[in-house]
Structure formats: structure tokens, C-alpha cells
């Protein structure tokens, strides 16, 4: 392995859990682009298996030379080059997907962030696409943990803009862009796996 790539240590141990829930959501042909991609290596792991779909990764254009490397090593031909995509901004108009992923984004991100990652995967999806989402979340005001909460307070300490979501709050936006909640599997380590599918578009 080249030491110089970005490495988180996160994303190791949960890729193959995230990778079994995927797996039961997507087509064989499904188009996946995900948003804040992150290192990249998410979509290596997934694309290494799902040969038959084919993965665009995007994220802030300071996160695309480290995933390049991921990318490069991985060999797989079924991933695109990254596509530098801050959520802020508009999706660039070769920007084409049939299923959505993000892992670990909503907590991050500003709520702002989170309007527009679901709007983004609204308008790219067509009836019937799946949006699937992965990280921690609070359902009627309650942490899944002790550790979520204090994670959360971390969070918020170092930006105030960020923090664990509300699942009802969630809910609420994705109906207002026309896509509706599938399921919620448990994860390990007090996460969460959500599927939303788009409505008729
Ligand atoms: C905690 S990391 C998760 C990375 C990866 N998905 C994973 O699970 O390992 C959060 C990601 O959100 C990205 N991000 C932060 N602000 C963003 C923005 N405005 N637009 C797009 N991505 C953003 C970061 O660059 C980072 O890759």
C-alpha cells in the first residue's frame, strides 16, 4: 500500500457492513454517485465487488487527489474520475446517477448542506432510485447511545453548524423533494443505514 494515501481508519472498519446493506438496494446496472466521497475508499471497496455497477465519487476538489490514488490502485475500470462537487454548488451537468450513496456527510455538513445533498439526489434520481445514506441520527430528540451524544457535543463544539441529524427532520425534507422513506436498518457501532426511494418523477 502507498503510505502516502489518505487512510480513515472509520471507513476501513465499516465498509463491509455498508457494503452487505448496499448490496440488497442496488440493480445490477444501477449508476452510483456518491457525495463526499471522502478518501475514496468506499467506492473502492464497493466497486471491487459490484463489478456490473458503475461508481462516480465526488467531493470537495481538495479530497480528489488523495481518492485518484485509491482509485488508481483499486483497478477498477467500473469507477469514474471524481467529480469535485461541493454541495453548495450546482451539480455539473455530466452528472448522472440511477442510485445515490453518502456515508458519514449529514453530521458534517451544515443543515443547509444536508437541503442540498437531498435536493441533488432528487433531481438525479429517477422513479423509483434509491438514495441510501449511512452514519449516526437521533430519533424523537434521542441519541442511539451515550457515545453519540458525546460525539455530538464534539461535534458541535468545533462547529456549531454541524451535528447528529433528526430522523423526523430528515423525513420531512426528503418529502418535501419527492422521496420517500424505505427502510432504516441498524448498524453496527450506533449507526444507521437509510433507504429512500424517488417518487414519480
Ligand atoms: C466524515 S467525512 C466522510 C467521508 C466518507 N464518506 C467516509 O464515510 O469515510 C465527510 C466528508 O464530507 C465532505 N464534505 C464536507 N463539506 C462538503 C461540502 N460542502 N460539499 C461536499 N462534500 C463535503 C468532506 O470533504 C468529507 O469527505
Not at 490514488?69 to 483499486?74: D, M, V
Not at 448522472?96 to 453530521?107: D, E, F, G, I
Amino acid at each position: 500500500m502507498n503510505d502516502k494515501k489518505p487512510f480513515a481508519p472509520s471507513a476501513d472498519r465499516n465498509q463491509e457492513v455498508i457494503l452487505a446493506a448496499i448490496t440488497d438496494e442496488l440493480n445490477d446496472t444501477d449508476h452510483v454517485f456518491e457525495f463526499g466521497s471522502g478518501t475514496g475508499q468506499h467506492i473502492c471497496h464497493f466497486a471491487a465487488t459490484l463489478t456490473s455497477n458503475t461508481w462516480q465519487p465526488s467531493d470537495l476538489a481538495a479530497r480528489l487527489p488523495g481518492m485518484r490514488q485509491w482509485i488508481e490502485e483499486s483497478g477498477c475500470a467500473n469507477i469514474l474520475p471524481p467529480m469535485e462537487l461541493d454541495l453548495n454548488s450546482e451539480l455539473p451537468t455530466s452528472a448522472h446517477a440511477t442510485a445515490c450513496y453518502s456515508a458519514n456527510t449529514l453530521h458534517i455538513v451544515s443543515w443547509p448542506l444536508v437541503e442540498r445533498l437531498f435536493l441533488h439526489a432528487a433531481t438525479l434520481l429517477p422513479t423509483g432510485g434509491k438514495l441510501c445514506l449511512y452514519g449516526p441520527c437521533k430519533f424523537d430528540g434521542q441519541y442511539t447511545s451515550e457515545g453519540n451524544r458525546a460525539f455530538d457535543q464534539q461535534l458541535r463544539s468545533e462547529d456549531p453548524a454541524s451535528g447528529i441529524r433528526e430522523f423526523n427532520d430528515l423525513k420531512a425534507l426528503a418529502t418535501q423533494h419527492g422521496l420517500s422513506h424505505k427502510r432504516t436498518l441498524n448498524m453496527p457501532a450506533n449507526n444507521q443505514f437509510f433507504v429512500w426511494e424517488r417518487d414519480v418523477t
